[in-house]
């Protein structure tokens, strides 16, 4: 269990807008933001950043979940 906690922990909680874009099948930076508008994607805005947490991306990705607003 100890093993697998640790594993968490090195995962990283947000990504980037261009490492979200990829980890989406290569949509575009607009795209992502335009989702973020129609509701379709959390983004998270922190100072001058833009984020986008690897739930939401696992919940876009995820079999079933459509392609609403692409």
Known sequence: MERHHEA???EPIMVGTAEASR???GISRATLFRWDRAGYIRLVRIGGRT???ISEIRRIAAPG???AGR
């Open 8 to 10: 968490a922990l090195d």
């Open 65 to 67: 979940a459509g392609e």
């Open 51 to 53: 984020l986008v947490p």
């Open 23 to 25: 980890l989406l099948g």
